[in-house]
């Protein structure tokens, strides 16, 4: 199995959709992909990310399926302040060891950010069972084995979230030293021996596709 994780293009958030630039980008990514097997679509329901599934839905005549969860996480944590804008000096300065149990006690949107970090692992968790694979604890085991590649278009807050669950890297290191652009691609292939599987990062941030346009685009955004 393979996924594809793309981020929607250059975002009108007042507006649900994308912006001129947002809608050339989305363009030039439907036709780098348009020789790359995709078996399975999965989009974000807001605007910005169903506008850019469209151009690969219409180019490469893809059936698709809206899935909530998919949608931008509840990422803010005060009134101004999102978890994945936290920068990376003010989470490593103390030189404490960072990990997957104790982050929440280390970062200001611990608090906030555990229950929308376990609630998103467990909906994915149960959404990619539907694909042959279960859980069980840092692996999954492989009940149905399986050759597809899986396209998800949504947010960066997705993606990374999704990153730190799938390769056990702690969210604060993902949300403050992965870079997510729109509209980028990030792979990941699933890796299996003896009856279970992880994945491993094949591509990160891939913006090849859209180098005629890049004009130093910034991920610390408010917004996914």
Not at 14 to 24: A, Q, S, V
Not at 32 to 48: A, E, K, T, W, Y
Not at 167 to 192: A, C, G, N
């Amino acid at each position: 199995m393979k996924l594809l994780l793309i981020r929607h293009g250059d975002p009108d958030y007042p507006n649900h959709t994308l912006t001129d630039k947002g809608h050339r980008q989305a363009a030039l990514l439907a036709e780098s992909l348009l020789q790359v097997p995709i078996d399975r679509l999965f989009v974000s329901p807001l605007g910005r990310a169903r506008h850019t599934a469209d151009y690969l839905i219409r180019l490469k005549k893809l059936d698709f399926e809206i899935i909530e969860f998919f949608q931008e996480l509840r990422g803010r944590y005060t009134e101004t302040d999102y978890a994945w804008n936290h920068h990376g000096c003010d989470l490593l300065k103390s030189g404490d060891d960072i990990t997957k149990t104790n982050w929440p006690e280390l970062v200001p949107y611990g608090e906030h950010m555990r229950s929308v970090y376990q609630e998103f692992m467990s909906q994915f968790d149960a959404f990619i069972s539907d694909f042959g694979l279960e859980r069980s604890g840092h692996v999954y085991r492989v009940d149905r084995p399986s050759d597809e590649t899986i396209a998800v278009v949504c947010h960066a807050g997705v993606i990374t979230t999704l990153l730190s669950h799938l390769l056990h890297i702690p969210p604060p290191v993902v949300y403050s030293q992965f870079r997510i652009d729109p509209p980028s691609v990030t792979r990941l292939r699933l890796e299996t021996k003896e009856g279970l599987g992880v994945f491993r990062l094949i591509s990160l941030n891939d913006m090849s596709h859209t180098l005629s346009l890049l004009e130093g685009s910034d991920y610390r955004t408010p917004q996914t």
